[in-house]
């Protein structure tokens, strides 16, 4: 048993080396919990990475990576020439129970109903086809491997009795939620039992799903503005009061909504990666908003879409993983990580509610597929989607890089780009006065895509900007493309 380094730091603590968990893992998540249940207190400093390395018979660097994940979280804080410290002010008072990981004729005059009025008015349009460049949310598919998921399509299809050819489990294929539970355990640090995974046909699916189990008409239901286009749409046709709240550099704002709005049933937000101003939820707010939720009997849907692709370190825990209460539905999907085609992502349900969400499901149209579901499964558990995953954060990093020193040079007169670590798309603020979607039509003549940043608000007045998608343009091109801006909004 290691000694503890001047009191009781890791006392009870040493390092697995059988385990299939990784030991950086297996470090993080027990300094985690030490400062979750109070026991490395707020501004406590820790020992050197040297220190603790010798103390546990690892490598500096495998401390170093601990002590570097651990910051981006917000847990603790590097103070140059002083050392390494617990993040002052942190708000434990809910702390999460952290255990280590073991989608031309006559026609009569049709009145339509009241309740679906604003299904008219939703902003959330799709163009279908062909996609141009720059459209946000568009994964690159010019490197996917066709051939090789092909293969897993096929070997899906013929598999056993080809009873995936039959409509399938109603709450999805067991084996692919296995994976998802797996997956989400390694990748997001959460703790999900398989029987709590609903796989759905998409973000969208689960939006409705969600809507359709939890809201009844009138309750309000809190949402970052600007925000999520068609969670927030359905919502509202659903009969919700969907009340803006403004975003901070620290998330979601929690006292603004207090303040202002009621008591709400749910909560909408996008903590790892803010839809679409790409702010990453801080520590302390994820705490604030699970304790707000426990205490006023909320529940908060955790819409975690791109979270795959961060550029800086190791993607962030998600804010399930510190839900102790079981307040969290996190939404999933794999259209932003394989391809919009494949049509299948996936809710995590608190126990108990997976029977209602299949129902539900069963009522609202099941949708997926139970032979893509057999193949995704088996594409994860052979490793080739994490294999996936990493050639495209290599790619999406390079075409993120391109796109922004593009926009740099050839159009810094009228936009500013915003430097990004993580998603898919980055923002290119306009001058003031400029009207963005004016500018949004005039380079969709162009071929150009882009959304305005205006469409994703209800309220409030944010400068103008452009949501430009940098995934699915090839970065050969990016260049010409921005020139093409250049000439068509610099005039």
Known sequence: MVKYIRGALLQGFEVDRDSSVPIYRQIETFLRRL??????????KLPSTRELASELGVSRITVKSVYEQLIAEGYLDARTGSGTFVTK????ETAPKIEFPTKRCNTPDIIIPDQAVPILSSKASVRHGETAPFRPGVPGLDFF??????????????????????????????????????????????QVDPSEIV??????????????????????VWYENPGHI???DVMQIMGANVAPVPIDDEGIDLHFAAQKHPKPKVIFTTPSHQQPLGITMSLARRLDLLKYARENNTY??????????????????ALSALDSER???????????????????????????????????????????????QAMSDFMDDGRFNEHIRKTRRIYRERRDVLFECLSKDCASFITPQPTDAGMH??????????????????????????????????????????????????????????????TLGK
Request: net charge positive; charged share 20%; hydrophobic share 40%.
């Open 89 to 92: 002010g942190l708000n434990l």
């Open 300 to 317: 908060i849907i955790e819409d975690d879409y791109d979270s795959e692709f961060r550029y800086r370190g190791r993607p962030l825990p």
């Open 426 to 487: 980055m923002l290119a603020w306009l001058s003031p006065n400029s009207d963005d979607r004016a500018a949004h039509h005039a380079l969709l003549k162009r071929g150009i895509e882009s959304l305005p940043l205006s469409v994703y608000s209800l309220t409030f007045s944010d400068p103008p900007a452009l949501v430009l998608g940098f995934s699915g343009a090839n970065e050969n091109r990016i260049p010409g493309l921005v020139r093409r801006i250049s000439q």
């Open 145 to 190: 491997p066709v051939k090789i998921w092909m293969k897993y399509l096929l070997e899906a299809t013929q598999k056993g009795t080809r009873q995936n050819l039959s409509y399938g489990n109603i709450v999805g294929n067991e084996a692919l939620r296995v994976s998802i539970a797996n997956h989400l355990m390694e990748a997001r640090g959460m």
């Open 35 to 44: 400062i979750l249940d109070g026991t490395l207190q707020s501004s406590r």
């Open 199 to 220: 796989i759905t046909s998409g973000a969208q699916q689960a939006f409705v799903l969600i809507a359709f189990v939890l809201l009844n008409r009138g309750d309000t």
């Open 327 to 373: 307040r969290v539905f996190y939404v999933g999907t794999f259209s932003k990580s394989m391809f919009a085609a494949m049509r299948l992502g996936y809710i995590v349900v608190p126990p108990g509610l997976s029977e209602a969400f299949a129902q539900a499901k069963t009522l609202l149209g099941q949708s997926s597929s139970a032979v893509v579901e």
């Open 230 to 232: 068609a969670g927030r």
